[in-house]
């Protein structure tokens, strides 16, 4: 029996709910509902939790008292991920800038190329490689190959081509429902080529060139796969972290309080991407 002849035979019960209703439905949606806030609590609770452990006195037991702030203290006693924290921003700073103006530009292009679909998969395979295979690659073709001498200049050329594909996508939502009719007729009036992208295309890409730059940033800022192959002897804020966290135990507490102040900085960012991408391309 097909689903039609089940649906048929549903509707002939005289007691049967309506088939829109919240009683046929509300088998499988209540399960799918409890599993979606089960999944969002394990995402969510432990990074509160994490938040929370900072100012427990003894973090590694698991309980949050005593509260203290002992461990963002000795943080800020500490002077070492200072350097490392400023560069990494930097770092991020410079790919989002670089990947939202580059995907920016081929964004616009590639809705017009004959090999459209091609070029996009093309450009979306770096998003399949592993990062650890990637970063030994991009190794081996800059300080082997090429005799390059590696630090913040390869980390940053690393996670440009890791954050571009993400950029790429978020553009290409917008930049292929665009209406080109719109351009049309800006150059039967006359307006140049400058004056059509900024005044009328900017503004309906500007969601997505906004959060392609965010997404680069974002995902900079917490790269580490590939910024261990790539580093030479220069350090940033993951690594540093990585590296206290995996040398030495009695770093951990002041790990947690350094995180903190990580989610500090990138959940507003993610907010602001997630407004972007689901509130004001909803509008374009």
């Given at each position: 029996m097909n689903a039609s002849s089940l649906r048929i035979a549903h509707m002939q019960r005289p007691d049967a709910p309506p088939?829109?209703?919240w009683s046929y439905w509300r088998g499988w949606p209540a399960m799918a509902k409890w599993g979606g806030f089960i999944l969002l609590g394990l995402i969510y609770f432990p990074l509160l939790w994490l938040a929370v452990m900072s100012v427990s006195e003894q973090p590694l037991s698991?309980?949050?008292?005593p509260l203290t702030g002992a461990h963002y203290a000795a943080l800020f006693d500490q002077p070492d991920w200072l350097g490392p924290f400023g560069i990494s921003i930097l770092i991020a700073l410079g790919v989002g800038a670089v990947t939202a103006c580059s995907a920016t530009l081929v964004g616009r292009a590639l809705p017009h190329s004959r090999r459209a679909g091609s070029l996009v998969l093309l450009t979306m395979l770096p998003l399949f490689i592993p990062g650890m295979s990637m970063?030994?690659?991009e190794f081996i073709f800059l300080r082997p190959m090429l005799g390059l001498t590696l630090g913040f200049w390869s980390?940053?050329?690393?996670h440009v081509i890791w954050a571009f594909p993400f950029s790429l996508l978020i553009v290409l939502v917008l930049t292929t429902r665009f209406d080109q009719r719109?351009?049309?007729a800006a150059a039967d009036l006359g307006a140049s080529g400058?004056?059509?992208?900024?005044?009328?295309?900017?503004p309906i890409l500007r969601p997505g060139i906004v959060g392609a730059g965010i997404f680069g940033f974002l995902l900079s800022f917490n790269e580490v796969q590939r910024s261990v192959f790539l580093r030479g002897t220069s350090t940033t804020m993951p690594i540093w972290n990585w590296t206290m966290a995996s040398s030495q135990q009695s770093q951990v507490p002041i790990i947690f309080s350094l995180e903190t102040i990580v989610l500090a900085v990138v959940l507003p960012l993610l907010a602001g991407l997630f407004w972007l991408l689901f509130v004001r391309m909803d509008k374009n």
């Open positions: 088939a829109g209703s698991g309980l949050p008292f970063g030994a690659a980390i940053f050329i690393g719109l351009i049309e400058w004056r059509v992208f900024w005044d009328i295309e900017m």
